[in-house]
């Protein structure tokens, strides 16, 4: 299948071509370097798209080739792991817990600065109506050590909820979330807040609450072998700042990104206010220093952490 992105007044041309795994190989001439990246299919990546359909990695001699990962961070770690991607945009805290627990990678920068607004959803039919009510609760979430297990107990620790009282349900994807809390196999998940907000305004699910990161949300983490086998990585960055600036000089770019993402206007106006996409942004210490202790206190990790051990 082949598919153009396509804005109000503008058609973007450059082909993608789409396989049954959901990899997007962008066809290009005279390639001298193979870059294998992943992310979940959610607006934040959406400067990846456009420096593919624009030729900016081409400019730099890069073949890109891009999956998407409807399961999250739990599933990139697996294939950074695994060496099937060499390049991930992976959640902060779940990149932090992954490379400390023996995944072969390294944080190499910041790729977006801003906090991730997490929804806390449940069922439309379900009791529950107070993120702050005490007792047991039955989390969806997509893997053990995903962002949306992470941030259920980064929340209850905000709200002074016990950890003791929360169980999980594994649901692998926002798909399998709604048919759990449907079915009430489950009580609450917690995704960002812009990709539920279809289901919300359907009626399926209901927001009760939400839960934003105290620290910048999303990291671009290298594997160990593809620091070794291509060394550096200038080029994508080159190219990735060149595909910010493109959005950012576009007419409309809300518009742009709720045509393409599926959104109400309102919520592509909203979250486009909020993002700062980071410019050669390393991962302080001290944001490093607090997940740690996040990821201790949640039991993810049994020890802290060096930040030499996890970060470029």
């Given at each position: 299948?082949?598919?153009?992105?396509?804005?109000k007044?503008?058609?973007?041309p450059t082909?993608?071509?789409?396989?049954?795994?959901?990899h997007?190989i962008y066809t290009?001439?005279t390639?001298e370097?193979?870059?294998?990246?992943?992310?979940?299919p959610?607006?934040f990546?959406?400067?990846?798209?456009?420096?593919m359909?624009q030729g900016?990695?081409?400019?730099?001699?890069?073949e890109?080739?891009?999956t998407?990962y409807?399961?999250?961070?739990?599933a990139?770690?697996?294939?950074?792991t695994?060496?099937?991607?060499?390049?991930?945009?992976?959640l902060t805290e779940?990149?932090?817990?992954?490379?400390?627990?023996g995944?072969?990678s390294v944080?190499?920068?910041?790729?977006?600065?801003?906090?991730?607004?997490?929804?806390?959803?449940?069922g439309?039919?379900?009791?529950?109506?107070?993120p702050n009510t005490?007792?047991?609760?039955?989390?969806?979430?997509?893997?053990?050590?995903s962002?949306?297990?992470?941030?259920?107990?980064v929340?209850?620790m905000?709200r002074?909820?016990?950890?003791?009282d929360a169980?999980w349900?594994?649901?692998?994807?926002?798909?399998?979330?709604?048919i759990?809390?449907?079915?009430?196999?489950?009580?609450?998940?917690?995704?960002?807040k812009?990709m539920?907000?279809p289901?919300v305004?359907?009626?399926e699910?209901?927001?009760?609450g939400?839960?934003p990161?105290?620290?910048?949300?999303?990291?671009?983490t290298i594997s160990?072998s593809?620091r070794?086998?291509?060394?550096?990585?200038?080029?994508?960055?080159?190219?990735?700042?060149?595909?910010i600036?493109f959005?950012?000089?576009?007419?409309?770019?809300?518009e742009?990104?709720a045509?393409i993402?599926?959104?109400?206007?309102e919520?592509?106006?909203?979250?486009?206010?909020r993002i700062?996409w980071?410019?050669?942004?390393p991962?302080?210490?001290?944001?490093?220093?607090t997940?740690?202790?996040?990821?201790v206190?949640?039991?993810?990790?049994?020890?802290?952490?060096?930040?030499d051990?996890?970060c470029?």
């Amino acid at each position: 299948m082949l598919l153009c992105y396509r804005s109000k007044g503008r058609s973007l041309p450059t082909q993608i071509i789409y396989s049954t795994t959901l990899h997007i190989i962008y066809t290009q001439n005279t390639i001298e370097m193979k870059i294998r990246c992943g992310g979940v299919p959610e607006h934040f990546n959406y400067p990846w798209h456009v420096a593919m359909e624009q030729g900016y990695f081409k400019e730099e001699d890069i073949e890109l080739e891009w999956t998407d990962y409807k399961g999250g961070t739990g599933a990139m770690c697996q294939d950074l792991t695994s060496d099937i991607i060499d390049v991930a945009t992976l959640l902060t805290e779940g990149a932090i817990a992954a490379i400390a627990q023996g995944n072969p990678s390294v944080i190499d920068r910041v790729y977006v600065a801003s906090p991730l607004i997490w929804g806390i959803h449940t069922g439309a039919q379900s009791v529950h109506t107070n993120p702050n009510t005490s007792g047991p609760i039955r989390y969806a979430v997509s893997r053990m050590g995903s962002g949306s297990h992470l941030m259920a107990l980064v929340d209850r620790m905000q709200r002074g909820l016990d950890l003791n009282d929360a169980s999980w349900e594994l649901i692998q994807n926002l798909d399998g979330a709604r048919i759990s809390l449907q079915k009430n196999e489950s009580d609450y998940f917690l995704w960002e807040k812009n990709m539920t907000a279809p289901y919300v305004y359907l009626g399926e699910l209901r927001r009760i609450g939400e839960c934003p990161t105290p620290w910048p949300s999303v990291v671009i983490t290298i594997s160990n072998s593809a620091r070794s086998r291509i060394g550096n990585f200038d080029g994508m960055y080159r190219a990735l700042e060149k595909a910010i600036q493109f959005i950012q000089h576009l007419p409309k770019p809300a518009e742009t990104i709720a045509d393409i993402y599926q959104l109400k206007k309102e919520d592509a106006e909203d979250w486009y206010s909020r993002i700062e996409w980071a410019h050669s942004q390393p991962l302080l210490e001290s944001h490093f220093d607090t997940i740690s202790e996040v990821l201790v206190a949640a039991n993810i990790l049994n020890v802290t952490p060096t930040y030499d051990s996890v970060c470029k």
